[in-house]
Each structure stands twice: as structure tokens, then as C-alpha cells.
């Protein structure tokens, strides 16, 4: 799906339903989006380059820590934002995601309005690096 920010959001969730709804909600505020399965993330992140990986991550989850990890070590030269839902209710959650190296975490289901506050900042910041600078 695409938007008209400029900015490329991956979402990443097994489960089917909530990646496509928010994926959805993404796009409705103007976003580019794509959606994977876990097992597709990294191929799908390495061939579409996004500017923000989503990335659900429920209680427990050892593969979605991981795979955050190889998001990290496997792209190298380029770096995504990733912002990490997790499960409130998982109170190591949060360390073990910036541990593995991901930018935000938030608790999942997302409040969109903060989301979306955050992805509206980060495009602003973005759009400035992209911008030609001019020395008058």
C-alpha cells in the first residue's frame, strides 16, 4: 500500500489479522506500508528498505528478540527505526527489545494516536536530513 508521507513502514506480525488492520490504519494516515510474517521480515526488510520496522513481539518471544537482533547485524548499511509492541503483561519485555536494539517500545494493542504522533515526528526529522542543505 502506498502513501503519500514518503515515509516506508513495515509491519511485522503472525498474526494475520492485527498486522493487515494496522497495516490499514497506516496507510489510512497516509503511510506506505507493507506487512510480513516473522519468517519473511528480514528478506522483505533487505529487498524494500523501509524507514520504520513494527515488529509484535508477544510474551516470552525469543524468536521475535532474535529476529530483531539479525535486523540489526544482517543490515548493516542501512539503519530502519524499529518500534517493538509488546505485551504489558510481560515485564522483562521492554529491556530484552531495546536490548536487541530496537528505538522504541510500545505496549501492545498500539495507542495509534501516539504511533502515529511518532511516526509523524520521525518523517519530519527524516525529511530534513533528506533535504538538500544550502550554505547562503
Not at 509491519?11 to 490499514?24: F, I, P, T, W
Not at 520504520?52 to 548493516?76: S, W
Amino acid at each position: 500500500m502506498s502513501g503519500a508521507t514518503g515515509l516506508r513502514i513495515l509491519v511485522v506480525n503472525d498474526d494475520g489479522y492485527r498486522a493487515k488492520r494496522l497495516q490499514e490504519v497506516l496507510w489510512t494516515n497516509g503511510y506506505e506500508t507493507l506487512a510480513a510474517e516473522r519468517r519473511l521480515a528480514l528478506s522483505v526488510a533487505r529487498d524494500e528498505r523501509p524507514d520504520v520496522i513494527v515488529l509484535a513481539l508477544g510474551p516470552g518471544d525469543a524468536g521475535g528478540r532474535a529476529l530483531a537482533g539479525r535486523i540489526f547485524e544482517r543490515l548493516a548499511d542501512y539503519r530502519p527505526l524499529v518500534v517493538a509492541l509488546v505485551d504489558p503483561g510481560d515485564p522483562d519485555a521492554g529491556n530484552h527489545a531495546f536490548g536487541v536494539g530496537a528505538h522504541l517500545v510500545l505496549t501492545n494493542p498500539v495507542d495509534l494516536t501516539i504511533l502515529t504522533g511518532i511516526l509523524r515526528r520521525f518523517s519530519e526529522v527524516l525529511d530534513g536530513v533528506r533535504r538538500p542543505q544550502t550554505v547562503g
